[in-house]
Structure formats: structure tokens, C-alpha cells
């Protein structure tokens, strides 16, 4: 099957060629530095030390890779690869200083190994589901070292690599480890592969930041809707123009999760005729419904919130992080589709520190409720807080592996 897979990806080239071009035109490719997707560079490859490379396809993924980073960037060089140009711009302007950032090449063999010939990594570190044939077989033939970091397979990706699950042990075979990010990613990838599948927690879990809780003694709550995708805005708008009425000094700050979304998300706001703006605007302090235009505030706005209601989980996404919201000390309310996050929201639950909302229409009596009871605020709040100090991930076995690996290797 691999050889079929090569010869299509030769075949779909001048396909890849022209959605490239497209993709410049439309913004959502870099022009300057495009041709990195074909495996070129403009850098000079750093001396003196050895190189890890670890991708992470989008910003999600990248920030899984914080902890890796900050314990390898002393020792070694580190080579970040992305597909999206959200995520190159995101880790250049966050981690610049320690890392070498360029563009995933696209999954065809000569690409593939124009790209290692140049940078000739001695690990590498894959990180979440973004599993691309030609790369990793490339780099089981080549012998470099490889590991598969908080591997996730969603249940609508895993029913349809259950077809194929002789393919999916041929590429895993490249990873001497395996590490899936939760129990249920565990059993599913179990189910696909032969390589014994481990579990060290969630990798996006490792140090997390302590945000100063908010102790504000305003009366006024504030509420962030948070991480919402396509749709989501649409389906729970009418329950919180419900609530905006009914309480009118309540602040609602929506951060959507693709920021570029965000005009639409206005144009949405707007034709209902609510007191809508954008952060970026220059007097944004006096409306009610503030739109989050802009990455890298999530966290000054959980810090300012009360109650956060997590995007992502009333369309089928699979929820988000709740950790982040737990640690600033906020009540946390989820949808549904969670399978992202399972395992946690469900001991979450089980520990009454979050409330799991079955569709968009509960979610207007549940905020009311929190509004109008304090001690139940409070509490959700309390027991959040305190689930957010638990271990969630164990580092220091990982560096064990990794390390281990790198002392092998020398």
C-alpha cells in the first residue's frame, strides 16, 4: 500500500504546486518563505551542537512542545516544524531566541529528503495525529530516531484507519515509543498498531502556567466564551442575548479560536443589534460583547472572567483544554463533544468542577443559575481551581526516555 501511496503523492504534485500558489494568494501561505514546503531553506544549519527536530502541525500542537523545548534548547539545536503560518508566526514570536522554525515539507519522497539531507536531525519528535506515510518511512530507512509524542486519534479518525490498520502499523513502526495523550487515545491506537502505546498524561499539561486567580470584589460578573468555532456563535447566541438583556452590566468576551474569524463574528453580533466590538478597536472598554481579535490573550482573559464557557464542544470538535480555564479560577461550562478531552472533563465532573451542558438550549439556565447563586459559583470555582493543581503529566519520565535515547545514539 506504502508504494501506491508514493506514486499518488508524485502524481498529485502539480496539484500541490498550484493549491500552494492559491493558498499564497489567498494569505494563508507564507510568499517568502513557500518554498520550504518543497524542502528548500534560506538559513545556514547551526554548528556545534546536534540537532532535534520536533513538529507540531498548528498552534495547538506547538504549544504541546513549551516543556521540550525549554529542556533541550540548552544542548542542542532546535529544529520546529509547522504547517500553518499561525503556528510559524506564533512560536517565532514566542520562542524565537531558542528555536530554528521552518516550514513542514510536503509528504513527497524527494522533498522529504531534500529537507533531511540539509538538516540531518538526530531525533525526532512527532507530536499529536498529524501522521504523514512518506516522512515517517522516510525516517525508518534513514535510522533516525523517532518517537510519537501525545499521539491522539479522534473516533471518527480511528473508524476510518480501522480499514487501514495494516498501513497504520507500517508507518508507527518508524517510533521507538509511543505516548498517547489520554486513556481513550491509548485503547484506540492500541486497537491500530502493534508498538506498545503508553500513557504519560497530556504533554499540553506540563507546566502549567499560574495565573494571579481573580479576586475581583466587583458585582459585575464577566463572562468568556472561549475557543468557539464555525457555527458555534450562531447556536448559542440566542441563550446569551437572553441573558445580556436580562442582566445588562454583564461583559461577554468571545475568543474565537481562529481569530481571522472574527468579522464574521462582528457582522453575526452586530445584525442582532448588541453593543459589539473588537479588541483591537481603539475605545473597546465601553461594549458589552467584546470580540478577542488577536492571539496570545487567552490568558488575560480568563483571568478576567468568572464563568467560561468552552467552545469547540457544541459543534463536533471535541472540546478544548479546561486546565486553562481552572487556573484562573473561573466556572467552567463544556458542550457535549469532549472526545478531546475525555478522560479529564469526566473527572472533572465526577469532582463537580465543571458543568457539561447536553445542547445549547440548557446553557441560558445554567449561567442564570450561577449568576443568581453565589455559593454555587464559588464552589465551581473552588473545586476548578483545585483540580488545577494536580500532576497531570509525568516529565520526568519522559526526559528519562528521551534522554536515554540521546545517549544511545551519541
Not at 133 to 160: C, D, G, Q
Not at 228 to 255: D, V
Request: a positive charge; one cysteine or more; glycine letters at 4%.
Amino acid at each position: 500500500m506504502h508504494k501506491l501511496y508514493k506514486i499518488i503523492s508524485y502524481f498529485l504534485i502539480p496539484l500541490i504546486k498550484i493549491n500552494t500558489f492559491i493558498r499564497i494568494l489567498n494569505k494563508k501561505e507564507d510568499k517568502i518563505r513557500y518554498r520550504e514546503r518543497f524542502g528548500f531553506t534560506n538559513l545556514q544549519k547551526p554548528m556545534g551542537k546536534e540537532l532535534i527536530w520536533i513538529h507540531a502541525s498548528s498552534v495547538g500542537e506547538f504549544k504541546s512542545s513549551d516543556f521540550l523545548i525549554n529542556n533541550f534548547s540548552n544542548n542542542y539545536n532546535i529544529l520546529i516544524t509547522t504547517t500553518t503560518k499561525t503556528a510559524a508566526d506564533y512560536a517565532i514570536t514566542n520562542y524565537g531566541d531558542k528555536i530554528i522554525h521552518q516550514y513542514a515539507p510536503y509528504d513527497v519522497t524527494f522533498w522529504i529528503n531534500k529537507f533531511l539531507d540539509f538538516w540531518q536531525p538526530k531525533l525526532v519528535i512527532w507530536i499529536e495525529s498529524d501522521l504523514w506515510p512518506n516522512t515517517i518511512v522516510r525516517l525508518r530507512e534513514r535510522k533516525i530516531a523517532s518517537v510519537f509524542l501525545n499521539a491522539r486519534i479522534s473516533p471518527k479518525s480511528f473508524n476510518k484507519w480501522k480499514y487501514f490498520s495494516s498501513y497504520y502499523k507500517f508507518i508507527t513502526r518508524t517510533f521507538f515509543a509511543i505516548y498517547a495523550q489520554s486513556q481513550n487515545d491509548l485503547k484506540r491506537i492500541e486497537n491500530l498498531t502493534n508498538n506498545e502505546v503508553g500513557y504519560l498524561g497530556n504533554l499540553k499539561l506540563t507546566n502549567k502556567l499560574r495565573i494571579v486567580p481573580n479576586s475581583s470584589s466587583s458585582t459585575n460578573i464577566n463572562i468568556m466564551i472561549a475557543s468557539t468555532h464555525h457555527n458555534e456563535e450562531e447556536l448559542i447566541m440566542p441563550y446569551i442575548e437572553n441573558i445580556s438583556k436580562k442582566y445588562p452590566l454583564i461583559n461577554f468576551f468571545i475568543t474565537p479560536r481562529h481569530p481571522e474569524r472574527s468579522k464574521m463574528i462582528f457582522e453575526l453580533f452586530s445584525s442582532k443589534k448588541l453593543n459589539v466590538g473588537l479588541h483591537s478597536g481603539i475605545n473597546n472598554s465601553k461594549f458589552q460583547f467584546l470580540i478577542i481579535d488577536s492571539f496570545g490573550k487567552m490568558d488575560e482573559f480568563y483571568n478576567k472572567s468568572d464563568i467560561v464557557i468552552l467552545g469547540g464542544s457544541f459543534t463536533n470538535n471535541g472540546g478544548h483544554n479546561p486546565i486553562e480555564a481552572a487556573v484562573a479560577n473561573c466556572a467552567i461550562l463544556t458542550g457535549p463533544h469532549i472526545f478531546n478531552w475525555q478522560n479529564l472533563y469526566e473527572d472533572m465532573i465526577k469532582k463537580n468542577c465543571c458543568l457539561m451542558i447536553k445542547n445549547s438550549k440548557e446553557l441560558e439556565n445554567n449561567i442564570i443559575n450561577l449568576i443568581e447563586d453565589k455559593n454555587l459559583i464559588s464552589k465551581l470555582k473552588q473545586n476548578a481551581l483545585a483540580f488545577s493543581e494536580s500532576v497531570f503529566f509525568d516529565e520526568d519520565k519522559l526526559l528519562s526516555v528521551i534522554n536515554s535515547k540521546l545517549e544511545y545514539n551519541a
